[in-house]
């Protein structure tokens, strides 16, 4: 099946189903010397995992991390790193009953059309569980970007429905279940997701990512912009319906004497542009958006057809996610780490010989 390989440096093909006996991914071109070892992917996997609270999924994946090659006393050896992760809590029998339906609001019928064939179980390789290898192979992005670099991407749910953060203290981000950046409003959206959980309904929600101390330059002008690159990586993720490069859609409303980012010596005093010009980086900030439809798995009824044409009444039974963008963030943030390090090997190719080149303008804080 094509279109499963991103990058063109720093290359990830991802491959397995949601039911298969395993899934997995082969990272190509990360440079060797690298320290990397099974459990420096512990921490990231947990983060996306289901199971660990009521308001994900109950599918409880132990979700250990395998590495088949690539790695040589502890470094990265510049080949192939294969990486593989069994799935051991699947229950294919959950599909049995909607095997020949199509869901809506799922890529059960254009599989169908595409290939003429499709694996029904969990939604196959349509599956969220394939994100699982991205955070995977973006925990390797992140250390390198982190000890070569000093680039550190950070995410945080930024809406869950209606709601939306009435503060930010970014220290609380990672102590509650919701990657939310304001503790006052967590009983809040514990309510907000357990009355939706019952209702047997589901709701969108908003993440942001910002990456920061990238240096100027990354990204290639007209047909490797750093920002398309990133719009089309996490458009990639299921269920993203927009994506926002710094104030993305409200540009619409400003007016260009207030979007623009005045620069100074002392640095820029703005960063409406979200980190790039031109599609290179600026050395600001990186700032992204990303909207996440609401989950079409529901127990509540819904008109479809069946592979033969006919009408039918779907009800999605099984373990679902009532809200997909809470465990959306560090699959956010490992598209956005995946681009930003194959930008920095392309970079690093045609123009490491340029160097620092003056004026550097001091970046303005996230």
Known sequence: MAGNTFGKLFAVTTFGESHGPAIGCVVDGCPPGLPLAAEDFRHDLERRATGRTRHTSARREADEVEILSGVYEGLTTGTPIALLVRNTDARSRDYDRIAAQFRPGHADYTYWQKYGIRDPRGGGRASARETTMRVAAGTIARKWLAQRHGVAVRGWLSQLGDVVPAGFDADVIEDNPFFWPHAPQVPELEAYMDALRKSGDSVGARVDVVATSLPPGWGEPVYGKLDGELAGALMSINAVKGVEIGDGFASVAQRGSAHRDPIAPEGFASNHAGGVLGGISTGQPLRCSVAFKPTS??????????????????????????????????????????????????????????????????????
């Open 297 to 366: 798995s529901l127990r509540l009824p819904v008109d479809s057809v069946d592979t033969d044409g006919q009408p039918v009444e779907v009800v999605t039974t099984g373990r679902h996610d009532p809200c997909v963008g809470i465990r959306a963030v560090p699959i956010c943030e490992a598209m956005v780490a995946l681009v930003l390090m194959d930008q920095a090997l392309r970079h690093r190719a045609q123009c490491g010989d340029v160097g620092d080149v003056d004026p550097r303008i001091p970046a303005r804080k996230p």
